[in-house]
């Protein structure tokens, strides 16, 4: 058995057992991102700025808490994070920007973005890649990985040029 396996084994543990089995890691994030900013706070809350200039959001279920702390808004930079019983279990980082800005507003980044992800979160998932289309705008996600370690690159293309990137990374967390 290797270290992998052992800290993989540990952690599944942690955070199904004490559940009860109600709810793993990788459901509670899917759930968290689809009421949080893509949802427009189905039912997440906004909260007030952990950070100067930040927006913050969280959502909770059960022991799971989850927070989405970032600033920008065309281009922009944030933070994702879970804690289950308040130990820090998940985190993600991600940037974002506009390679177009006269062809490509932050306004049209925010509709794309929330159509899409709205649609692959109702896949019950955050990763394993995803296309999605609708008028002029591609939306495209390409990465790496699983809830555990991974990263990756979500594009927009507006008439098959890209207009918009953004890079991500992420996984679990432990003392």
């Given at each position: 058995?290797?270290?992998?396996?052992?800290?993989?084994?540990?952690?599944?543990?942690?955070?199904?057992?004490?559940?009860?089995?109600?709810?793993?890691?990788?459901?509670?994030?899917?759930?968290?991102?689809?009421?949080?900013?893509v949802g427009a706070l189905?039912?997440?809350?906004k909260i007030a700025a952990?950070?100067?200039?930040?927006?913050?959001?969280?959502?909770?279920?059960?022991?799971?808490?989850?927070?989405?702390?970032?600033?920008?808004?065309?281009d922009f930079c944030g933070?994702?994070?879970?804690?289950?019983?308040?130990?820090?279990?998940?985190?993600?980082?991600?940037?974002?920007?506009?390679?177009?800005?006269?062809?490509?507003?932050?306004?049209?980044?925010?509709?794309?973005?929330?159509?899409?992800?709205?649609?692959?979160?109702?896949?019950?998932?955050?990763?394993?890649?995803?296309?999605?289309?609708?008028?002029?705008?591609?939306?495209?996600?390409?990465?790496?990985?699983?809830?555990?370690?991974?990263?990756?690159?979500?594009?927009?293309?507006?008439?098959?040029?890209?207009?918009?990137?953004?890079?991500?990374?992420?996984?679990?967390?432990?003392?």
């Amino acid at each position: 058995m290797t270290v992998g396996h052992i800290l993989t084994l540990n952690f599944k543990h942690v955070t199904e057992d004490a559940l009860g089995g109600k709810m793993e890691l990788e459901q509670f994030i899917v759930q968290a991102k689809a009421n949080g900013w893509v949802g427009a706070l189905k039912g997440g809350k906004k909260i007030a700025a952990s950070r100067k200039g930040s927006s913050d959001i969280t959502y909770d279920h059960g022991d799971f808490h989850y927070q989405d702390s970032f600033v920008g808004f065309s281009d922009f930079c944030g933070q994702e994070h879970i804690t289950h019983k308040n130990e820090p279990v998940w985190s993600m980082v991600y940037y974002g920007y506009l390679l177009q800005p006269t062809k490509f507003t932050g306004d049209e980044a925010v509709t794309i973005l929330k159509n899409a992800l709205s649609k692959m979160y109702d896949e019950h998932r955050f990763l394993g890649g995803f296309y999605y289309a609708e008028g002029p705008y591609e939306y495209r996600d390409m990465n790496f990985g699983d809830y555990k370690r991974f990263n990756g690159v979500e594009k927009i293309f507006k008439n098959d040029e890209l207009v918009y990137e953004l890079i991500y990374c992420g996984g679990t967390v432990r003392k």
